[in-house]
């Protein structure tokens, strides 16, 4: 393992394909005690489940990552991570945005302030000129993290709210009344559900996927529009299906075979009074039908049939998607937590480490 010690932190770089047990047991340690910190509320994974996530993540073949495990050198535990990453041109957003590279920077709050992000940053810097690349991507759901990037010159470029409700909570009456007049506006469009998407579906879904993603609102993030591909699809799905994740997705089909809408629900089974509804959309062409309650609300009553023990549903909103937040507003979802997409050029950070 290649190591350095920078202002009383080590720093360890991180090979998940060839890390020993009792590493995994030190990560393990850190990853469930910021989760503690960080999402008190939410229940934590079985450590193999956890490590099957981190390693698919961290060995995801459209990454190119360097990633760093920041070190206390006298206990040998974990006080943060460091990763550098770029997505390959086979990636959904390195597609057509090949000036983008990914910056991470945890720190527990002990070390904070001690002049560790900067010497990091020092190292993203020049890994970004050797890259080219011109702009930074990140997130957070830390207000501290996002005024510590306006700090040194970036932007918090859009906020996102993660929503939530308790099932009990929802009006079953009302969502089957979305669902009825749903069908009575769009008589001779087919709502159908699919755990795997078929392949003769594949391509329009994927097409509309597409579109529908790049719909939703960037607010100030700069970057082009994502791809997704029936590649990615497949990708994703392989993914889900080794981390025992099933997903059921919604769709609403045009008699000319067009998906016009789609939604998509997820759910662990190590997470079983959850689930997270991902992307809900309609193709603009569609809006105005009625098509987003009408699959929101179907969703919603086929999910409480296949996970009877769920309690709660969370989602995530651009703070500005105001169609989306006004449906779920009427379902009753309310704000759970803020998550900050974040934005730096490469020359803000060589001005800020100049200026330092």
């Not at 990636?91 to 910056?103: K, Q, R, S, T, W």
């Not at 991470?104 to 050797?130: F, H, N, T």
């Not at 929503?163 to 089957?176: E, L, Y």
Request: overall charge negative; hydrophobic content about 35%; charged content about 30%.
């Amino acid at each position: 393992m290649d190591t350095k010690t920078v202002l009383g932190v080590k720093r360890a770089k991180i090979d998940f394909d060839s890390i020993t047990e009792k590493d995994w047991e030190r990560y393990l340690r850190y990853f469930k005690s910021e989760h503690k910190r960080l999402r008190p509320d939410d229940p934590l994974e079985p450590d193999e489940v956890m490590k099957k996530r981190i390693h698919q993540q961290m060995n995801d073949p459209q990454m190119i990552l360097d990633v760093e495990s920041l070190e206390d050198p006298e206990s040998g535990e974990m006080v943060g991570m460091y990763i550098y990453g770029t997505p390959t041109k086979d990636h959904p957003i390195g597609a057509n945005n090949p000036f983008l590279g990914f910056v991470v920077i945890e720190l527990i709050p002990e070390y904070r302030r001690r002049g560790i992000a900067r010497i990091l940053l020092e190292d993203a810097l020049e890994k970004l000129d050797r890259d080219g690349k011109t702009v930074v991507f990140g997130s957070t759901n830390q207000s501290d993290g996002a005024e510590f990037v306006k700090h040194i010159g970036g932007q918090v470029g859009q906020v996102n709210i993660v929503n939530r409700v308790a099932v009990k909570d929802i009006d079953m009456d009302m969502m089957r009344e979305w669902v009825r007049v749903g069908r009575e506006r769009s008589p001779k469009t087919r709502l159908e559900f699919y755990w795997k998407i078929p392949d003769a579906l594949a391509e329009e879904y994927c097409r509309t996927y597409e579109a529908t993603v790049n719909q939703v609102p960037r607010d100030n993030l700069e970057f082009n529009d994502m791809r997704f591909s029936v590649q990615d699809l497949r990708k994703q799905e392989k993914e889900h299906e080794a981390a025992g994740v099933k997903v059921l997705t919604a769709v609403t089909i045009e008699p000319d075979g067009e998906v016009s809408a789609l939604t998509e629900l997820t759910f662990s089974p190590t997470n079983p009074t959850r689930l997270s509804q991902g992307l809900t959309g309609t193709l603009e062409k569609h809006r105005g039908r009625g098509l987003g309650k009408w699959i929101k609300a179907a969703m919603i009553l086929r999910a409480i049939e296949e996970f009877p023990n769920v309690e709660f549903i969370t989602t995530g909103n651009a703070t500005t998607n105001a169609p989306m937040l006004s449906i779920n507003e009427r379902i009753g979802f309310k704000k759970y937590k803020e998550n900050y997409g974040l934005q730096i050029t490469r020359d803000a950070i060589a001005k800020y480490l100049k200026k330092e």
